[in-house]
């Protein structure tokens, strides 16, 4: 689709350079982003302008780690540590995706909030059963979301009514599962999914490379998250350098031809994160999970200068909330902390590193995504702030409420169409990266007012 959006627009060149244009032009060629313009270039000029005035356009936000059938009972046992919280809420509430009208309902729910936030790419965990995996997928596809989903793999050290029983069986499982996913969706991609490292077994591991170099599929799992999870891999791994080393051993874990995202890491060092960086693997940083599970804080500061890949997770249900923009302000807090409380010498991240990680940082894992250079993959959030802005900004008061404005957009003509009644002209308002500050903390999912994946507008 041909289009360009019109708005004050803002972007991440580096993890420190915001790029910002007001009241700019970013073209959608295709399915790309053309660039971003103060004026429109005359081999646009053909192209439906979609009017956002006033509002921030910003790159639609990667959640690079969530657990979609542990949206349903997000906030509860929050007071827990984590393989208590495991036992207690997150294993029973999988094991309720066998039944495919729970699965339809609270996947549905799922599939809203993530529909109606500022996410536009995700990396899911679903659950063992493949018919409800399958159903997600399918609710994802026709969302126009764009995700990578897991059916999870788990033959050990998990009670029995959430298990695989044989590694044999597993691997049969999650081959059909493949073989009904994989390419028939233009935006949903099958990803495997070992659970954990203590929850597969050798054989099970094994099996899940031989379906990696089959299809080349890509890898997510959990990495170094909690003191009594890296304590248990060394007592099951004695041989292994790292908890990483002992996935690295079965071929899962980066490296050439495997895309490979772990979440948390909080506590790698040393010669895993060395693994972590050779091997290119995405940290999935979630850090409001980890506050939640007394997990303890990443050294994402210490990552990044290292040239380690991070980008954020929500890691519902870890994490209550779905939204990246919670996760950039958790991100800043926590790592204010770490400063303070551990080591001096890693500074608190910055909001345009924030911005950075929850944009091109983790939408590097989908290919060109994060970013409006020219080339990037069009995915495009559309912010009313004014809800949050000060009153020295003027002349938004008489702007259309959210509703207004969605009702006056039809999907099919939505471009050039919008909104020209509620364009503020020559207001002066805040700098952008100010409005872009003032919305990664006090956000709601009210304030998106449109968003597009891949050139296409996503209905809300
Ligand atoms: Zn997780």
Same mark, same amino acid.
């Given at each position: ?76 046992? *929050? ?6 919280? *495991? ?40 659950? *063992? ?39 044999? #069986? ?98 790698? #060092? ?102 409006? #250079? ?33 009702? #006056? ?52």
């Amino acid at each position: 689709m041909n289009m360009i959006l019109k708005g004050d627009i803002c972007y991440s060149k580096s993890p420190t350079e915001l790029e910002t244009v007001e009241n700019g032009y970013l073209v959608c060629e295709g399915k790309t982003v053309a660039g971003v313009f103060a004026e429109v270039p005359v081999a646009y000029r053909d192209f439906p302008v979609a009017d956002y005035g006033g509002c921030l356009i910003i790159p639609g936000l990667c959640d690079l780690h969530t657990h979609a059938p542990q949206f349903a009972y997000r906030g509860l046992g *929050l007071d827990m540590q984590l393989l208590e919280w *495991l036992n207690t809420h997150a294993f029973p509430e999988e094991a309720r995706y066998l039944d495919a009208n729970y699965a339809d309902e609270a996947y549905s729910k799922f599939l809203n909030a993530l529909k109606r936030g500022a996410t536009t790419r995700a990396c899911i965990f679903a659950t *063992l059963h493949t018919p409800s995996t399958v159903m997600l997928m399918e609710k994802l596809e026709a969302s126009g979301l764009v995700s990578f989903v897991g059916r999870v793999n788990m033959d050990r050290n998990c009670p029995d009514y959430l298990c695989e029983h044989s590694a044999a #069986e597993a691997y049969l499982s999650t081959k059909e599962w493949i073989e009904r996913t994989n390419g028939k969706f233009r935006n949903t991609t099958p990803i495997l999914t070992p659970r954990f490292l203590p929850a597969c077994s050798d054989e099970l591991m094994g099996k899940l490379k031989d379906l990696q170099i089959e299809y080349g599929l890509a890898v997510q799992s959990h990495l170094s998250e909690n003191r009594d999870e890296v304590a248990w891999v060394r007592e099951l791994y004695p041989e292994a350098k790292s908890y990483g080393d002992a996935l690295d051993r079965f071929g899962l874990f980066g490296g050439k031809d495997v895309l490979t995202t772990m979440a948390h890491c909080v506590l790698s #060092e040393g010669a895993e994160e060395d693994l972590i960086r050779d091997n290119g693997v995405y940290v999935a940083h979630c850090p409001q999970s980890n506050t939640n599970l007394s997990s303890g804080i990443a050294p994402v500061r210490r990552f990044m200068r290292r040239g380690i890949r991070v980008g954020l997770g929500s890691d519902v249900a870890g994490g209550c909330h779905t939204s990246i923009f919670r996760a950039m302000s958790d991100a800043v807090q926590v790592s204010k902390l770490y400063w303070r409380l551990a080591d001096q010498n890693d500074a608190p991240l910055t909001i345009p590193e924030v911005f950075y990680l929850g944009t091109a940082g983790g939408g590097g894992f989908f290919g060109k995504v994060g970013s409006f #250079e020219a080339g990037y993959e069009f995915d495009a959030v559309v912010i009313d702030d004014s809800s949050i802005s000060s009153p020295d900004a003027p002349g938004l008061e008489g702007r259309a409420t959210v509703g207004d404005r969605n009702a #006056e957009i039809d999907n099919s003509a939505a471009v050039g169409r919008y909104a020209a009644d509620n364009r503020s002209t020559g207001v002066a308002r805040a700098a952008i990266p100010d409005r872009i500050a003032r919305v990664i903390y006090l956000y709601d999912d009210d304030c998106v007012i449109d968003k597009y994946a891949r050139g296409e507008r996503i209905v809300r």
